[in-house]
């Protein structure tokens, strides 16, 4: 039943939708024109944030910078149960969801799924965000310029997640 339901939610809810626009006498194809038109400013404006923030992400690990911050962390981290296996992937999930998507998959193909390091990469994956990628690329395309917490805050919702699933992960699969 709840199968047959899901392949009626999306079709239901744009019948909704296109319903309450008649009943309200909204020209609901121009205002979504309208809409399409403008994501595509959006999208437009995002491109040399998103170009910049690309070139910076393969800096970073071109130039030996993360290896040598792995390198840094992993004897203060391994005490305190944090497989150095998982150290690229925390560092990069701030910067690129994507080239953090490419370390998880590579160490969970490696360790496998339900190994102690993917189910903590896969915890990490999923529970925090790309906050210098949302800094750059969001801020910048709808225009803020002031943004003095937004990175010290995002970077300690990056840390607190990433001790939570070290955490979790050890008492739940520990």
């Known amino acids: 039943m709840v199968t ?8 239901g809810l744009l019948f909704v939708i296109l319903a309450a626009g008649f009943y309200r006498k909204i020209p609901v194809y121009e205002v979504f024109i309208s809409g399409a038109q403008e994501g595509f400013e959006v999208a437009v404006k995002t491109i040399p944030y998103l170009v910049a923030m690309l070139v910076a992400i393969n800096v ?3 130039s030996g910078a993360m290896a040598e911050m792995v390198g840094i962390l992993q004897p203060v981290l391994s005490p305190l149960g944090v497989p150095p296996e998982v150290l690229p992937h925390a560092l990069m ?6 080239a953090a998507l490419g370390i998880a998959s590579d160490i969970i193909h490696t360790h496998g799924p339900d190994s102690m390091i993917g189910l903590l990469v896969s915890t990490m994956q999923g529970t925090s965000d790309t906050t210098f990628y949302v800094l ?9 310029k002031r943004y003095r917490y937004a990175p010290i805050t995002g970077l300690l919702a990056d840390i607190t997640t990433f001790i939570s699933s070290v955490i979790i992960v050890g008492l739940v699969f520990g």
Request: proline share 8%; aromatic share 16%.
């Open 93 to 98: 999930r701030p910067l690129s969801g994507g």
């Open 60 to 62: 970073f690990r071109s």
């Open 4 to 11: 047959e339901l899901a392949k009626w939610v999306i079709p």
């Open 136 to 144: 750059s690329v969001y801020f910048g395309a709808v225009g803020i």
